[in-house]
């Protein structure tokens, strides 16, 4: 199969890219013909406000090369991981009026939220799912504290909203969990054109041995996944927590460490990912105190792959993914004392956790092998190429 990827990075690598590589990489290891475009969002700096704000509603520049480089590759499918903001929604109509299929990845919550994590002033929010405008968004400068850049966003999802765009001209979109599916049709996509399946775990990391020396956190330094109640949690803990990442709240962890009643904890920075993975079957447990909904978080396949005991925030991704004392642990968010009650158990019972840390490493076997997810992914393009050639029939 011939297959172009079209992916839009960000300024800052995240999860995203790291989604793009990895399917990327599977499929040309699978024999498929990959080609790809790709885009750099380090190219705003040199753009001036009324032509980013332009070609994030409409870039007409992307759509004409898009169309240059379908007419030359002739793909049998064009997936896009993400449009935002200098390829735009026009490549799906480059793409519509070559009569290619197209299949759109919802990597996050953009299509139903300015900011796209539906995740305002420390809790989950809604106040802009399914109103045609999103106003709220606008109000209280949710995109880069802004008024201006939230009613850019918000003007091209109405925009497209208003066109169709969303509805008639993608085929088939990727949800990464039900409880996501849910959401985008609540937010007005096509109920029959989402398809489920979790990012890849690009190579089996293999199951730790033995039990684990610390706690482990790893993820994006931000408000949205948890750090301050992390930190919270650990003054009435003596467990040993080591955190790596990095992100906007570097300084204030970093200020936070110089609390003597903090206890035990050490930041190690931005790690590679062979490190991470080491670090995980090092670990006794990860915590994960994501404070929004997360669209499907990576580092718990990695960690299922590692059987690697989990603790997780009970809502969004996380109470879908981990099963309590299943194949993880869920906690409710805010109650630090329950929490580290809950920690200092798990801790004191190695063999609740190993029983958990199999079950975890069962998981992965089952739902997280790179091999089922290809299985998956093509049949998705499979039923996209169907519904693109039926459209193509009533046209």
Not at 107 to 132: H, I, M, S, W
Not at 223 to 246: F, H, N, Q, S, V
């Amino acid at each position: 199969m011939r297959i172009l990827y079209v992916h839009n990075y960000y300024s800052k690598s995240g999860g995203e890219d790291v989604a793009f590589h990895a399917e990327v990489d599977l499929l040309r290891r699978n024999g498929h013909s990959i080609q790809t475009y790709e885009e750099y969002n380090t190219r705003v700096a040199h753009l001036s406000s009324l032509s980013v704000a332009l070609d994030t509603i409409w870039s007409e520049t992307s759509r004409r090369r898009l169309a240059i480089v379908l007419k030359t590759e002739k793909p049998d499918v064009v997936h896009f991981q993400n449009t935002f903001p200098l390829i735009s929604p026009s490549a799906y109509y480059a793409c519509h009026q070559a009569g290619v299929a197209v299949v759109q990845t919802l990597q996050n919550f953009r299509l139903l939220c300015p900011v796209a994590t539906f995740y305002r002033d420390g809790q989950p929010c809604e106040d802009c799912l399914g109103k045609p405008i999103a106003w709220p968004g606008i109000y209280h400068a949710c995109y880069h504290d802004s008024h201006s850049h939230s009613a850019v966003v918000a003007a091209m999802l109405a925009v497209h909203r208003i066109f169709g765009t969303w509805q008639n001209k993608i085929d088939a979109y990727i949800a990464l969990t039900e409880f996501g599916r849910l959401k985008f049709i609540e937010g007005g996509l096509p109920a029959h054109k989402i398809f489920l399946k979790p990012n890849i775990v690009r190579t089996d990391p293999g199951p730790k041995q033995g039990n684990g020396s610390f706690a482990l956190f790893v993820g994006r330094l931000s408000e949205e996944k948890g750090i301050r109640a992390l930190l919270a949690d650990w003054k009435l803990l003596a467990i040993p927590l080591k955190i790596a990442g990095d992100g906007p709240m570097r300084s204030e962890l970093l200020e936070s460490l110089q609390d003597p009643s903090l206890g035990s904890v050490d930041y190690l920075g931005a790690l590679s990912h062979p490190e991470v993975i080491s670090l995980m079957k090092q670990a006794r447990i990860l915590i994960f105190p994501s404070e929004w909904y997360e669209g499907f978080p990576l580092t718990i396949a990695e960690a299922f792959g590692c059987g690697l005991p989990i603790l997780a925030t009970r809502f969004g991704a996380m109470a879908e993914i981990i099963r309590d004392r299943e194949n993880g642990f869920l906690f409710p968010p805010g109650d630090h004392k329950e929490i580290a009650n809950l920690v200092t158990q798990l801790w004191n019972d190695p063999s609740e956790l190993s029983r958990i840390g199999r079950n975890a490493r069962n998981e992965y076997e089952q739902k997280y092998t790179p091999e089922h997810n290809y299985e998956i992914l093509m049949d998705i393009y499979s039923r996209a190429i169907g519904i693109r050639k039926k459209q193509r029939k009533f046209l």
